[in-house]
């Protein structure tokens, strides 16, 4: 064999390699993520806990398996929570599942929120979601989400 045949074999072998890795990605469209619910959990001392609840939805013609979790979430423009979970599950095809994620939030977050809050009318918080699901694809499945977070039912649910 010489050398000229062995870099086409290695080259072959990556090009399998390749496809095969393409050929586990889920479909071509990102999951759909919505936040559904918070709820209160305990925490240390000046740390706020949460389990943010999430619903994801797979449009897609293949089944998502993940093995994990990470979120980050925004308020108002600004980091507030952040969270992971090792929680492991599918996304069925054209289906959906809901993960909890219990996240952190520092009371310095919390406090800059609430005096952003004090002068302010407005019942509902705009929050932008990013996150990964562990994985899927090459590694991860990232997703994005925004949306408005009603102050009432989160004070009511502790």
Same mark, same amino acid.
């Given at each position: 064999?010489?050398?000229? !045949?062995?870099?086409?074999?290695?080259? @072959?072998? =990556?090009? %399998?390699? +390749?496809? !095969?890795?393409?050929?586990?990605?889920?479909?071509?469209?990102?999951?759909?993520?919505?936040?559904?619910? @918070?709820? *209160?959990?305990?925490?240390?001392?000046?740390?706020?806990?949460?389990?943010?609840?999430?619903?994801?939805?797979? &449009?897609? /013609?293949? @089944?998502?398996?993940?093995? %994990?979790?990470?979120?980050?979430?925004?308020?108002?423009?600004?980091?507030?929570?952040?969270?992971?979970?090792?929680?492991?599950?599918?996304?069925?095809?054209?289906? /959906?599942?809901? @993960?909890?994620?219990? =996240?952190?939030?520092?009371?310095?977050? *919390? =406090?800059?929120? +609430?005096? %952003?809050?004090?002068?302010?009318?407005? &019942?509902?918080?705009?929050?932008?979601?990013?996150?990964?699901?562990? %994985? *899927?694809?090459?590694?991860?499945?990232?997703?994005? !989400?925004?949306?408005?977070?009603?102050? &009432? *039912? =989160?004070?009511?649910?502790?």
């Amino acid at each position: 064999m010489n050398s000229r !045949s062995g870099w086409q074999a290695i080259g @072959i072998t =990556v090009l %399998g390699l +390749a496809l !095969s890795a393409c050929a586990g990605i889920p479909g071509h469209e990102p999951v759909h993520v919505n936040v559904v619910g @918070i709820d *209160a959990l305990p925490g240390e001392a000046l740390e706020m806990r949460m389990a943010v609840r999430l619903r994801v939805q797979n &449009p897609n /013609e293949t @089944i998502i398996d993940f093995d %994990g979790v990470s979120i980050a979430l925004d308020v108002r423009g600004t980091p507030f929570a952040t969270g992971v979970s090792d929680q492991r599950g599918s996304v069925p095809r054209f289906g /959906e599942t809901v @993960i909890t994620v219990p =996240v952190s939030v520092s009371a310095f977050a *919390a =406090v800059s929120q +609430a005096l %952003g809050l004090a002068g302010s009318e407005r &019942p509902r918080l705009d929050y932008a979601l990013h996150g990964r699901l562990s %994985g *899927a694809g090459f590694g991860g499945m990232r997703f994005e !989400s925004s949306g408005q977070i009603d102050l &009432p *039912a =989160v004070v009511m649910s502790k």
